[in-house]
């Protein structure tokens, strides 16, 4: 649904103006607007290197929910006919924003992505810490220049406006730096450590516990993850353990190291 929200804000809003979305979509739109080829066709094949990156470097499930994603807007696009609701630019480009920040607001919620700068922003966000939001911004900026220069400013200036509308709406439905601390207790610590460390990048500390009432033993994992992989975690947890207790707090700060340590 996401998905399907970003497209209708692309081809009845953003692209009969020439307005521009961010990221590779943007860059998808300018190939649609300057070649023959279809913005979905172009969205797709300029997202699936990015796509066989991320695979390597992110979640089994975030991926594949983003590499889902990718595959309904570029459908989408390719279908869907290219409609001017509206007469006014700038109304379109701020509704088309806010229609764009809604649709990658549920994806992200929903564990996933859009493809493109999102993907190569997480991976750097995760590497070296960056707020995911200034590498975001900073890559947005090459759409708006390219913009200019290819079309005219005013259309640039439209597609900042577009830009600026849609991080603001994805902000107001997905806070994404928000970091948490988990506490899971289990009486299938083992079970759940292998398939935490197997499908997700953060490390966990596994302590040792013993229930109040019950006396029985217990292991308490704890783990600390950015916001946009909580219901990747709470799904892994109850795929092992559907009765596990977990406490869920939000973080203020982290010292020493955030990232699961190398293998070398």
Same mark, same amino acid.
């Given at each position: ?6 497209? !209708? %804000? ?6 009969? /103006? ?24 172009? *969205?797709?094949?300029? *997202? ?9 470097q992110l979640g089994k499930k975030f991926i594949t929910n983003s590499i889902f994603s !990718? ?6 696009? +390719?279908?869907?006919?290219? /409609? ?7 109304? @379109? ?22 493809? %493109? ?7 750097? @966000? ?29 259309s640039a200036l439209n597609t900042l406006v577009s830009i600026y509308v849609t991080g603001? !709406? !994805? =902000?107001?439905?997905?806070? =994404? ?9 289990? %009486? ?12 997700? +990048? ?11 009432? @019950? ?25 092992? =353990? ?16 955030? /990232? ?5």
């Amino acid at each position: 649904m996401g998905s399907l929200i970003v497209v !209708v %804000g692309f081809n009845l809003f953003l692209i009969p /103006h020439e307005v521009l979305s961010s990221g590779l979509s943007g860059i998808s739109m300018i190939l649609g607007m300057i070649t023959p080829v279809n913005t979905g066709l172009a *969205n797709f094949i300029l *997202n699936l290197p990015l796509l066989i990156i991320g695979y390597k470097q992110l979640g089994k499930k975030f991926i594949t929910n983003s590499i889902f994603s !990718v595959i309904i807007i570029s459908l989408g696009l +390719y279908f869907v006919p290219v /409609h001017a609701i509206a007469t006014d630019t700038i109304l @379109s480009s701020i509704f088309g924003g806010a229609l764009t920040g809604l649709g990658v607001g549920i994806v992200f919620r929903c564990s996933g992505s859009t493809g %493109g700068f999102d993907i190569i922003g997480i991976i750097i @966000s995760r590497k070296r810490d960056f707020p995911i939001g200034f590498l975001l911004s900073t890559m947005n900026a090459i759409v708006i220049v390219i913009s200019g220069f290819l079309f005219d400013w005013d259309s640039a200036l439209n597609t900042l406006v577009s830009i600026y509308v849609t991080g603001k !709406v !994805v =902000d107001a439905i997905y806070t =994404d730096h928000v970091k948490l601390t988990l506490m899971i207790i289990t %009486g299938k610590g083992q079970e759940m450590r292998q398939h935490l460390l197997n499908n997700l +990048y953060r490390g966990l500390t596994i302590m040792d516990g013993v229930g109040g009432y @019950s006396n029985d033993k217990r292991n308490v994992l704890m783990t600390v993850i950015s916001r946009y992989e909580l219901n990747e975690v709470k799904n892994l947890i109850k795929e092992v =353990d559907p009765h596990a207790f977990v406490n869920i707090t939000q973080t203020i700060e982290v010292m020493g190291l955030f /990232h699961r340590p190398s293998p070398d």
